[in-house]
């Protein structure tokens, strides 16, 4: 049977170790009028001083908000900003009917409105921050045994159009690996009959963030 089509970025599975995973998340402040939208299952990091510091950004993009390189193109051994976890939401007050609103993803140029609770005008961000977590993304080409406990792969770099109901549609970029700055660890096949024919496009694999490449190792 051949592999099912579309991408769907990074979707929780297991923990390091086949633990099962808390699924837990943590809040990270989005800035208001950001530049670029985050999309739900999308990689993030923080931004370093060449943007707004301190606040979350879509890590996807091939240039981020703080300028540095994203999706196919990040490096993890130069000024690019180290991965957090993987996004999956937001809230934040919207600007025009001052309603608390729960969201898959923020658009570029959002403007929040101020919350009343804590008269902050920032978004919050949850993001899957486990640097132990494991991930299921659809790989872009082929993929040979040789490939797994490989140095490093990127995600294709994504654009707004991209997303599909606000989540991501990100797939990993097989033939851009074995590179020790790359974003990710392939780790093994995901197993799920409907997308296990890793001679073909569009298998499922499990990955984890690379330690060189995440914040918190």
């Known amino acids: 049977?051949?592999?099912?089509?579309?991408?769907?970025?990074?979707?929780?599975?297991?923990?390091?170790?086949?633990?099962p995973a808390?699924?837990?998340?943590?809040?990270?402040?989005?800035?208001?009028?950001?530049?670029?939208?985050?999309?739900?299952?999308?990689p993030v990091s923080i931004q370093d001083g060449s943007g707004d510091q301190g606040y979350l950004q879509d890590a996807?993009?091939?240039?981020?908000?703080?300028?540095?390189?994203?999706?196919?193109?990040?490096?993890?051994?130069?000024?690019?900003?180290?991965l957090v976890g993987v996004f999956n939401g937001a809230f934040y007050i919207n600007s025009t009917t001052s309603k608390p609103t729960?969201?898959?993803?923020?658009?570029?140029?959002?403007?929040?409105?101020?919350?009343?609770?804590t008269g902050s005008d920032d978004g919050l961000g949850f993001v899957n921050d486990n640097p132990q977590q494991e991930y299921v993304i659809k790989a872009d080409a082929a993929v040979t045994q040789a490939m797994?406990?490989?140095?490093?792969?990127?995600?294709?770099?994504?654009?707004?159009?991209?997303?599909?109901?606000?989540?991501?549609?990100?797939?990993?970029?097989?033939g851009g690996g074995a590179a020790s700055t790359?974003?990710?660890?392939?780790?093994?096949?995901?197993?799920d009959p409907d997308n296990n024919d890793y001679t073909a496009v569009n298998s499922n694999v499990i990955v984890s963030i690379a330690r060189a490449s995440s914040l918190y190792n």
């Open 102 to 117: 729960w969201a898959n993803s923020v658009a570029a140029s959002t403007t929040f409105g101020t919350d009343y609770n």
């Open 182 to 191: 790359n974003m990710f660890k392939l780790v093994r096949g995901a197993d």
């Open 22 to 42: 808390t699924q837990g998340q943590s809040q990270y402040k989005i800035k208001s009028g950001l530049g670029l939208a985050i999309f739900k299952n999308n």
């Open 148 to 174: 797994y406990g490989d140095a490093g792969y990127n995600i294709n770099s994504f654009t707004a159009t991209n997303a599909k109901d606000g989540q991501s549609t990100a797939t990993l970029d097989i």
């Open 60 to 82: 996807s993009f091939a240039t981020l908000d703080d300028t540095g390189a994203g999706g196919a193109t990040f490096n993890n051994s130069t000024t690019n900003s180290p």
């Open 1 to 19: 049977m051949a592999n099912q089509t579309g991408g769907f970025g990074l979707r929780m599975t297991m923990a390091l170790g086949n633990t």
